[in-house]
Nanobody
Framework: QVQLVESGGGLVQAGGSLRLSCSAS????????MKWFRQAPGKEREFVAG????????YYVDSVKGRFTISRDNAKNTVYLQINSLKPEDTAVYYC???????WGQGTQVTVSS
């Protein structure tokens, strides 16, 4: 059974940083492209970053380039999202996803105060 478990969210002031983690089990982690999404209150879930199985190919949406860094440790079956210079508009529940599947974690809440 595939499980994705996000962690690392919290309440931070604008300008702060967080590192989110997504731990995966029940699958050959290194074989999968992994994605991070976020969903702000009252808005649709949006894709923010993705990373290939080897980590050699990375993609960010324009709105987070320069502030978000996605990475992975295949030995730990974990994908990370480092978020710097947090803004109030980054407030959302952040989810990880195994690309091409319906596997989702429960999400981790990030709240940024101004």
């Amino acid at each position: 059974q595939v499980q994705l478990v996000e962690s690392g969210g919290g309440l931070v002031q604008a300008g702060g940083s967080l590192r989110l983690s997504c731990s995966a089990s029940g699958l050959t982690f290194s074989a999968y492209y992994m994605k991070w999404f976020r969903q702000a209150p009252g808005k649709e879930r949006e894709f923010v970053a993705g990373i290939s199985g080897s980590g050699g190919s990375i993609y960010y949406v324009d709105s987070v380039k320069g502030r978000f860094t996605i990475s992975r440790d295949n030995a730990k079956n974990t994908v990370y999202l480092q978020i710097n210079s947090l803004k109030p508009e980054d407030t959302a529940v952040y989810y990880c996803n195994t690309a091409g599947t319906t596997y989702w974690g429960q999400g981790t809440q990030v709240t940024v105060s101004s």
